[in-house]
């Protein structure tokens, strides 16, 4: 069994930063790519950034140069490091990443969420 948790969610003023952790754990024989997205109340989720298995990262108009997205050595964890934080960037984050189990097919899998709120 594959999951995904996140941590890292807070309260923080506006221009502040937030570090949000993702660990995979489990029965994994390979990762595709990791990656957050996020939904505000009354929005739909959104993709924030990503990151792939090469190192490639993508990322949304509104965080670039803002948000970071990396990963540890082991390639199991993936980080979104968050500056100049916007009262807008408030919102549930969830933790995103295609992965091959040992047994089974590449599929998508999904973290719980964090919650993120910015303060004006």
């Known amino acids: 069994q594959v999951q995904l948790v996140e941590s890292g969610g807070g309260l923080v003023q506006a221009g502040g930063s937030l570090r949000l952790s993702c660990a995979a754990s489990g029965s994994i024989f390979s990762i595709n790519y990791m990656g957050w997205y996020r939904q505000a109340p009354g929005k739909q989720r959104e993709l924030v950034a990503s990151?792939?298995?090469?190192?490639?990262?993508n990322y949304a108009d509104f965080v670039k140069g803002r948000f970071t997205i990396s990963r540890d050595n082991a390639k199991t964890t993936v980080y979104l490091q968050m500056n100049s934080l916007k009262p807008e960037d408030t919102a549930v984050y969830y933790c995103n990443a295609g992965i091959t189990p040992v047994i089974g097919t590449m599929r998508v899998f999904w973290g719980r969420g964090t919650q993120v709120t910015v303060s004006s």
């Open positions: 990151m792939t298995s090469a190192g490639g990262t």
